[in-house]
C-alpha cells in the first residue's frame, strides 16, 4: 500500500474544486509520483497542498481534486523549504515543480491522489 499521485489537466472546468473526475474526463498525465504509505514525505506533501483529508487514500481509489495556480505556488514553495530543512525528498520537489510549471498555463489542475 502505498501513494500514487498523478497531475492531469481536466478536459472540462471543474464545478467544485473537490469534484472527482473519472479518467475519460482528464487529458494525460503530466506527472507522477509514488511513494510509500508511511512515508514523511506523504504527509508533508499533503501538508502543503492543504489536503490532509486524502491522506490514507487507498492507491488506485481515483480519488482527486483541483488545484488553481496559485495553491500550487504557495504549496511549491512551502515544500521547497521543507527540502532546505531536508525533510521533504527531491522526488517530491521535482513532482511538486512540473504541476507549478503547468498551474501557469493551465486554470486548473486535478492531482489524483490515490
Given amino acids: ?3 500514487d499521485l498523478t497531475a492531469h489537466v481536466p478536459k472540462a472546468p471543474p464545478y467544485d474544486p473537490c469534484q472527482v473526475f473519472p479518467s475519460d474526463e482528464l487529458w494525460e498525465k503530466f506527472a507522477y509520483l509514488e511513494m ?3 512515508s514523511s514525505d506523504a504527509r508533508i506533501l499533503f501538508e502543503v497542498l492543504d489536503a490532509v483529508e486524502y491522506d490514507k487514500i487507498v492507491s488506485g ?3 482527486g481534486r483541483c488545484f488553481a495556480a496559485a495553491p ?3 504549496a511549491f514553495r512551502a515544500l521547497c523549504q521543507f527540502y532546505l530543512e531536508g525533510r521533504a525528498s527531491i522526488r517530491s520537489v521535482r513532482f511538486l515543480a512540473q504541476v ?3 498551474a501557469e498555463f493551465e486554470p486548473w489542475i486535478y492531482i489524483d491522489f490515490g
Wanted: net charge neutral.
Fill in 61 to 63: 481509489s481515483g480519488i
Fill in 1 to 3: 500500500m502505498g501513494y
Fill in 72 to 74: 500550487v505556488a504557495t
Fill in 36 to 38: 510509500g504509505a508511511r
Fill in 100 to 102: 507549478a510549471e503547468v
